[in-house]
Nanobody, 123 residues
């Protein structure tokens, strides 16, 4: 089992950047990791995913070219670098871990979740 704690959220102006971190209590190399987000009144949606080794990365079309997911399996931490932020990126961002080997985008496939961190982008 793994516990996930996100940090790095906050308020930023459009065009700005934020870097989210997700610290895991367990060994993150045992899990595919993902970032999701949920805006008020909307379903939780996939943002980015990264394979166990970090060699495969996947992004939602809405963030491609702006967001970068990475991981440090020595520090048991996953990151989401967010650049060129837009007001539409405003949401609570969640880190998640999946014990399977496949790369999924559905929240239901992920086994463990953090508590979330708020990202607000002002126009």
């Amino acid at each position: 089992q793994v516990q996930l704690v996100e940090s790095g959220g906050g308020l930023v102006q459009a065009g700005g950047s934020l870097r989210l971190s997700c610290a895991a209590s367990g060994r993150t190399f045992s899990y595919v990791m993902g970032w999701f987000r949920q805006a008020p009144g909307k379903d939780r949606e996939f943002v980015a995913g990264i394979s166990r080794s970090g060699g495969i990365r996947d992004y939602a079309d809405s963030v491609k070219g702006r967001f970068t997911i990475s991981r440090d399996n020595v520090k048991n931490t996953v990151y989401l670098q967010m650049n060129s932020l837009e007001p539409e990126d405003t949401a609570v961002y969640y880190c998640a871990a999946d014990s399977s080997w496949a790369m999924y985008k559905s929240p239901s496939e992920f086994d463990y979740w953090g508590q979330g961190t708020q990202v607000t982008v002002s126009s």
